[in-house]
């Protein structure tokens, strides 16, 4: 699991905690089914079976792999719409094409983010580039979706390009965790990541026997979600490990320890520690449209298939998936309730 590495972690700013002050304990701890998204690339959804009022403000998560591709397996997502949310997409280990009907877009590899902002509405693939999709190899990483307040839902699309270099890194106290801050702010040290919600997210690997206490927003929620490894989280010490997330009641601190006994085929804990300020608005959600009410949503499908949300770049050099809308079911090389694995009935809290 490369992302971003470090010769000598004893250089990084280091990430002293309070042992006075209140850590966060564990509200609860969900394990993550395993699907396909797409075309067919494995996934878990990591927030599947967690209230939404618990996640606030975010919406979904799904851990992408990790697989290793023959030649000819690896996949992507055909065209399709998005409105009312921000897309994170972070890849640990592989290669993926983002483009959109905006203009923006590119490549991403080991330890890089692409991060869409939506808003009033886009069109946007994701995929393999050619040549891995020839020769196979690694594939690992995460997509989060960023909800938006009702104020932001509306706004002009946009495109974030984040380098892996570009990372705030960190250490832990005791020097045996790695942590890259992606956005928001850890101790004062703050990730490349514009964020119109406010978050934090980090993606730390901690070695067996580590332990990481990361100072939070007391006004945040917490989550965080074990890409691999075992551990316990809190200072309960609750046990967690590969494809289960915790959620965290209030405090002052986020505390993560790694067990001395690792997984054979990685030596190190990964978790994804992420929170933000909750919106606190009502939420509707259906296939890829996150608004506030059942009418918003009906109308973002209404206002897709008349085109509103744009259309395919005519100088798509790849378009051999192009978009159909069936008049039932406003397909694109399927339904759109199975682009990204979302609900096959409206959510509404």
């Given at each position: 699991m490369p992302a971003v590495t470090v010769k000598d972690i004893t250089l990084l700013p280091r990430v002293v905690g309070d042992p006075s002050a209140p850590s966060r304990r564990v509200k609860s701890i969900t394990t993550a089914p395993q699907g396909h998204e797409g075309e067919g690339f494995p996934v878990r959804r990591a927030f599947a079976g967690v209230d939404l009022a618990d996640l606030d403000p975010f919406i979904h998560l799904d851990q992408m792999g990790?697989?290793?591709?023959?030649?000819?397996?690896?996949?992507?997502?055909?065209?399709?719409?998005?409105?009312?949310?921000?897309?994170?997409?972070?890849?640990?280990?592989?290669?993926?094409?983002?483009?959109?009907?905006?203009?923006?877009?590119?490549?991403?590899?080991?330890?890089?983010?692409?991060?869409m902002t939506a808003g009033a509405g886009i069109l946007h693939i994701e995929t393999p580039p050619e040549h891995l999709v020839m020769s196979g190899g690694l594939f690992h990483g995460f997509q989060l979706w960023v909800n938006l307040p009702a104020a932001k839902k509306?706004?002009?699309?946009?495109?974030?390009?984040?380098?892996?270099?570009?990372?705030?890194?960190?250490?832990?106290?005791?020097g045996g965790a790695l942590m890259r801050v992606i956005a928001g702010e850890v101790a004062g040290h703050k990730g490349p990541g514009s964020t119109q919600t406010p978050i934090t997210l980090v993606h730390a690997t901690?070695?067996?026997?580590?332990?990481?206490?990361?100072?939070?927003?007391?006004?945040?929620?917490?989550?965080?979600?074990?890409?691999?490894?075992?551990?316990?989280?809190?200072?309960?010490?609750?046990?967690?490990?590969?494809?289960?997330?915790?959620?965290?009641?209030?405090?002052?601190?986020?505390?993560?320890?790694?067990?001395?006994?690792?997984?054979?085929?990685?030596?190190?804990?990964?978790?994804?520690?992420?929170?933000?300020?909750?919106?606190k608005e009502p939420v509707a959600w259906m296939g890829p449209f996150v608004m506030n009410t059942k009418t918003e949503v009906l109308k973002a499908f209404d206002d897709f298939q008349k085109g509103v949300l744009g259309v395919v770049p005519p100088d798509w050099s790849k378009a051999k998936r192009p978009m159909q809308r069936d008049g039932i079911g406003y397909k694109l090389s399927g339904d759109l309730k199975g682009v990204h694995g979302t609900p096959e009935e409206l959510q509404e809290r």
């Open positions: 990790e697989v290793e591709y023959a030649p000819g397996e690896p996949k992507g997502t055909p065209w399709h719409p998005h409105r009312g949310f921000e897309t994170v997409t972070y890849i640990i280990d592989g290669i993926f094409d983002h483009y959109d009907n905006h203009g923006g877009g590119g490549t991403i590899s080991n330890g890089d983010t692409q991060w509306w706004s002009p699309p946009a495109y974030q390009d984040l380098r892996a270099s570009d990372v705030a890194l960190l250490s832990s106290s005791d901690l070695q067996p026997g580590a332990e990481l206490r990361i100072p939070w927003n007391p006004s945040y929620n917490a989550l965080a979600y074990v890409l691999n490894g075992f551990g316990t989280v809190g200072d309960e010490k609750s046990a967690i490990k590969t494809g289960q997330l915790v959620t965290y009641r209030d405090g002052d601190q986020i505390v993560i320890t790694a067990d001395l006994n690792q997984e054979s085929r990685s030596p190190t804990m990964d978790v994804l520690i992420l929170g933000g300020l909750p919106i």
